[in-house]
């Protein structure tokens, strides 16, 4: 994992450079879309823990109006509808809210795979996380534990995976988690809305 380590930061920063130059029209689309659909700004920021529990703002187009609780998980939620603009439903359904996080990619705070970053108050997360030594690599904007459930996973099992792909990491594994993202995303596996009543307690 070390000379990769090492490689994979400069990856990610060329890889985050070009797809932020490529995808700029659908950006500048979406950041439009936002805007003028729903009172309020263009993109939402969020403490997030990063490499080493270091915190650090995660960028996302925002997907929720205003009002909306700022630091709780959005499957945790009684009631997310009452709260997700018309515009956040689509963008949610496809991640595409989570494509600013290229710019925190490129600043040096996510890797384009990696653990997904815990909120700063997800402490039995981040606690059970600490077991298996992923909070010592970079978050990312997908991950092992991303294509093989996402929020439909109780937290023991996330950061099982998320310690297995600190682990397994490589060039090949990653390759495979970005591949596996993009099946994830178009069959809209693993989202979940609000609290379900089997996760709770």
Not at 12 to 31: E, F, K, T
Not at 108 to 121: D, I, K, S, T
Not at 140 to 165: C, F, H, M, S
Request: with cysteine.
């Amino acid at each position: 994992m070390g000379l990769y380590a090492t490689v994979k930061r400069g990856l990610d920063a060329l890889l985050s450079l070009l797809a932020l130059v490529v995808l700029s029209p659908l950006l500048l689309i979406l950041a439009a879309a936002v805007k003028f659909t729903s009172p309020g700004p263009v993109f939402f920021r969020q403490k997030r823990v990063g490499k080493g529990k270091t915190h650090f703002m995660i960028f996302k187009f925002r997907t929720m109006r205003t009002d909306a609780p700022k630091d709780a998980p959005t499957h945790l939620l009684k009631n997310p509808e009452a709260f997700i603009t018309p515009i956040g439903r689509f963008l949610r359904a496809y991640s595409l809210d989570e494509l600013p996080q290229l710019l925190n990619i490129l600043k040096g705070e996510m890797a384009v795979v990696g653990p997904r970053p815990a909120l700063w108050n997800q402490f039995d997360l981040i606690a059970e996380r600490d077991r298996y030594g992923a909070n010592d690599v970079r978050p990312g904007l997908t991950g092992w534990a991303q294509i093989n459930g996402r929020d439909e996973l109780p937290i023991p099992v996330k950061a099982r995976l998320d310690g297995e792909y600190v682990r397994r990491m490589s060039f090949l594994f990653d390759a495979r988690c970005v591949l596996g993202t993009v099946f994830s995303v178009l069959r809209h596996e693993g989202v979940v809305e609000g609290m379900q009543e089997e996760k709770r307690g």
